[in-house]
């Protein structure tokens, strides 16, 4: 019995030790061809990104960004005159300026000439494209005159003269478009509405030895009025550089 008992004990542990072999000794399964991926050719080691990166980041540096601008303009408002335009660019929606600008003419009434003298504080706001709108609180020194030298009629033997002065305070409103190329900017205000909002320091003379110089007087100091209190329109040209 003992015997019996020690021969299977024998064939039991040489069964477990081959198994323990064949275990240890079996292959890795090797991947099928499905499985493996081919590196491309053109792939980027970490290194090579990291340096595309750093690349990216200074050219964007390089690119100039533009806060100000000044402009150079011509324009019309009850007459041909000259602007001057100062910008911030606060982003790329919004702008801030100033402009100042110089008109004279004559106006469709019997003044000789209307001289107007304007500081507006600008806000511009940029929409799809170049397009733009703007509004402004004008500031305007507005001077008429008609000149004393000049005959009033032929039947009058006399001279006559007038001047009027008048601050008048307008809302602008209107509408362009702005470009830029490199460091220059251009643009057109297409339209601006000017809205008489408030007036002060009104004031009017006359000179001349005309029989009827008060009542011209009066006449010339209701129209002036008049004109003072109209909404008038403008458009402008303008071109400068920023920095």
Do not use: C
Request: without cysteine; negative net charge.
């Amino acid at each position: 019995m003992s015997q019996k008992l020690a021969a299977l004990l024998m064939i039991f542990g040489g069964s477990t030790l081959a198994l323990a072999q064949t275990t240890e000794t079996a292959p890795e399964a090797q991947p099928t061809p499905a499985e493996v991926q081919p590196t491309p050719a053109d792939a980027q080691t970490p290194a090579e990104v990291e340096a595309e990166i750093e690349s990216d980041i200074a050219n964007a540096e390089d690119v100039p960004t533009f806060q100000y601008a000044v402009e150079l303009g011509a324009g019309f408002r009850k007459g041909p005159g000259a602007e001057l335009r100062f910008s911030w660019y606060r982003d790329e929606e919004q702008t801030y300026g100033l402009k100042i600008g110089q008109y004279t003419g004559k106006d469709i009434s019997h003044f000789d000439e209307l001289a107007l003298t304007t500081v507006s504080l600008q806000s511009r706001f940029s929409l799809e494209g170049s397009f733009f709108l703007e509004g402004a609180l004008d500031l305007t020194q507005i001077k008429a005159t008609i000149d004393e030298g000049q005959a009033v009629s032929t039947a009058d033997s006399g001279t006559y003269g007038f001047e009027g002065n008048v601050s008048q305070v307008f809302l602008q409103m209107g509408f362009g478009n702005q470009w830029q190329s490199g460091s220059w900017t251009y643009g057109v205000d297409w339209v601006d509405l000017y809205i008489p909002f408030t007036g002060s320091s009104f004031s009017t003379s006359s000179s001349g030895d005309i029989l009827d110089r008060e009542q011209r007087e009066r006449r010339n100091k209701r129209d002036f009025k008049t004109e003072a209190w109209d909404i008038n329109y403008g458009i402008s040209l303008h071109a400068g550089m920023m920095f």
